[in-house]
C-alpha cells in the first residue's frame, strides 16, 4: 500500500516536497515493541477512569514518563524543526483511546472551532502539526487506523456537508497502515478521521501537537511547576516557558535550545 514514508531524524528536502505535496508523513520504526507497550500500559492508567468509549485526556507527559520522552523524540523532533524553524512550543498533548469493534469518526480539519483556520488565510496555514505515535499495531485497515485524505490542507473548497454529517466515504480516502511504533505527522488542514476499528483490543494512539509560540495551549490553561522543576530544559522550553510572553515573541523568545 502506497505510504508517504520518510526515514527518522533529519528533514530532507524530499520530506518536505512529500509534505508539501501530501500534507503527512510516516515514520516508521520509531518505537520499538517494547516501548510502545510501555506507552499503551500509561495510556490504559490515564483512562482508567473514564467510561469505555471512544475519547481523549491531555497532559499524560506529567504524570508517565514513557510519554514525556515522545516530547522531544529525536526521529520525531528534528521534522518538526524543519517545518517550523527554530521557534515552536508543544501546544497541546492528547491521549486518546478507540474502544474495540469502535465505528468511524466524524471528517475534520484540526484547529478552533472558534475561528476556524481557514478564516486565516488560503491556503490554510499550518498552526497545528500533529505527531500521532501509534501504539498498537495497525498494519491491516480496520484496526482503528487514520485516515487522511491526500493534500486536501490545499483544497479550495470544505467537504461537502453531507458527507461530514453522515461520515461517508470518499472515493480518495488514505488509510494509514503502519505498523506499532510509527508515528503519523500531519497539517491540521488535511481533512481526516478515525477509521472503524474491528479489533478485540482498545486502540491508544499518544498524539504531540506542535504551534508557533504565540499560539495558546489548548490541553492546559498553566505549566505544572512539579513538571517544569523535573524535566529537562528542552522539553520546558516546549512549554512555553519564555520570558516576556506579552511581548511580540521575536526579540524577547528564544530559540529553543538544540544542540
Known amino acids: 500500500m502506497l505510504n508517504p514514508e520518510v526515514a527518522p531524524g533529519p528533514f530532507t528536502d524530499l520530506d518536505r516536497f512529500v509534505f508539501e505535496s501530501w500534507g503527512y508523513l510516516v515514520i516508521p520504526d520509531v518505537l520499538s515493541a517494547d516501548e510502545a507497550a510501555e506507552c499503551y500500559d500509561a495510556s490504559q492508567r490515564l483512562h482508567a477512569a473514564r467510561d469505555r468509549e471512544f475519547g481523549q ?5 506529567e504524570t508517565e514518563s514513557c510519554l514525556e ?4 523524540h529525536p526521529a520525531v523532533l528534528p521534522k518538526v524543526r524543519g517545518l517550523f524553524g527554530d521557534r515552536f512550543i508543544l501546544q497541546a498533548s492528547w491521549n486518546t483511546m478507540q474502544p474495540a469493534h469502535g465505528g468511524v469518526g466524524g471528517w475534520h480539519q484540526d484547529g478552533s472551532s472558534a475561528y476556524n483556520f481557514n478564516q486565516v488565510g488560503y491556503p490554510v496555514p499550518l498552526i497545528q502539526l500533529r ?5 498498537t499495531d495497525q498494519t491491516e485497515p480496520g484496526t ?9 490542507h490545499r483544497s479550495q473548497v470544505p467537504l461537502p456537508p453531507d458527507i461530514r454529517t453522515n461520515r461517508g ?5 488514505h488509510v494509514i497502515c503502519a505498523p506499532i511504533g510509527s508515528v503519523l505527522l500531519f497539517h491540521n488542514g488535511v481533512w481526516h478521521r478515525t477509521y472503524r476499528h474491528d479489533g478485540e483490543r482498545d486502540r491508544y494512539t499518544a498524539h504531540y501537537v506542535y504551534s508557533p509560540p504565540w499560539v495558546r495551549p489548548a490541553d492546559r490553561f498553566t ?31 528564544e530559540p529553543l535550545p538544540f544542540e
Open 69 to 72: 520522552r515522545l516530547i522531544d
Open 144 to 152: 482503528g487506523n487514520m485516515e487522511l485524505i491526500p493534500g486536501s
Open 223 to 253: 505549566n505544572s511547576e512539579a513538571f517544569l522543576e523535573r524535566t529537562t530544559p528542552m522539553c520546558r522550553a516546549l512549554m512555553g516557558e519564555f520570558d516576556r510572553p506579552d511581548a511580540p515573541y521575536g526579540a524577547s523568545y
Open 131 to 135: 505527531a500521532s505515535f501509534l501504539l
Open 169 to 173: 466515504d470518499v472515493p480518495i480516502g
Open 57 to 61: 485526556i491531555g497532559r499524560g507527559y
